[in-house]
């Protein structure tokens, strides 16, 4: 009777040992991972861009010209025959497609108007001139001109009014090349600088 006794003793006491021994197991616990993940920027996605484009014109009989409102955008420019008195229609415009990131859009426009008589101008509602200090900026001897406001997707025309103003009095055979109007399109991440002259400049600057 008294082996029996003891021998369950000493299994009380094992088992309390194992007990007492599974309190010292390590305390622990995890988190999930944090990747860092990089991937190339972008300033469009796969079918965006940027297009410099017009509404198409055409001569009437009577030698004026009109814009066809309903006509699609091309990527052309048109020749006038101008004749005093006779407004020159011309819709130009930059269309924004598929931006993936903030930008800066900027315009050049070449050429030089004859105030009072051939005359025409930026849209200064849509635009302004890109100053480097006090002075505009010019590119390979286009005027550039920014954006006001953030670029969205979109189609941004750049000429007052849609037109060229042609005075009464005005006499064309005094035109020259010099009065011939060509347009550039740009357009750059915004992330990075400070000004978007010092993102004109670091991007597109010919000098």
Same mark, same amino acid.
Do not use: H, R
């Given at each position: 009777m008294k082996k029996k006794t003891l021998t369950v003793? !000493? $299994?009380?006491?094992?088992?309390v040992a194992l007990a007492v021994g599974a309190t010292y197991a390590y305390l622990t616990a995890s988190s999930g991972p944090v990747k860092n993940t990089f991937v190339a920027g972008k300033l469009f996605d796969q079918d965006g861009g940027i297009k410099l484009q017009e509404k198409e014109v055409t001569a009437k009989e009577d030698g004026t010209y009109e814009i066809q409102e309903n006509a699609p955008w091309k990527n052309v420019g048109y020749e006038y025959t101008v004749?005093?008195?006779?407004?020159?229609?011309?819709?130009?415009?930059?269309?924004? @497609?598929?931006? #993936?990131?903030?930008?800066?859009? *900027?315009?050049?426009?070449?050429?030089? $108007?004859?105030?009072?008589? *051939? #005359?025409? @101008?930026?849209? $200064?509602?849509?635009?302004?001139?890109?100053?480097?200090?006090?002075?505009?900026?010019?590119? #390979?001897?286009?005027? !550039?001109?920014?954006?006001?406001?953030?670029?969205?997707n979109g189609t941004y025309e750049i000429l007052t009014g849609n037109k060229i103003v042609v005075n009464d009095e005005?006499?064309? @055979?005094?035109?020259? $090349? #010099?009065?011939? !109007?060509? *347009?550039?399109?740009?357009?750059?991440? @915004?992330?990075?600088f400070s000004s978007a002259y010092e993102a004109f400049n670091a991007s597109f600057s010919t000098k």
């Open positions: 003793a !000493i $299994a009380l006491v094992l088992v004749q005093p008195g006779v407004d020159l229609p011309k819709q130009p415009a930059v269309n924004v @497609s598929g931006l #993936d990131t903030q930008a800066y859009l *900027f315009v050049g426009v070449k050429g030089n $108007a004859i105030s009072g008589k *051939f #005359d025409w @101008s930026v849209d $200064a509602t849509t635009w302004e001139p890109l100053m480097n200090g006090n002075t505009q900026v010019v590119n #390979d001897g286009y005027k !550039i001109w920014v954006l006001k406001g953030d670029v969205q005005f006499v064309p @055979s005094t035109l020259t $090349a #010099d009065n011939n !109007i060509e *347009f550039q399109a740009y357009i750059c991440q @915004s992330a990075g």
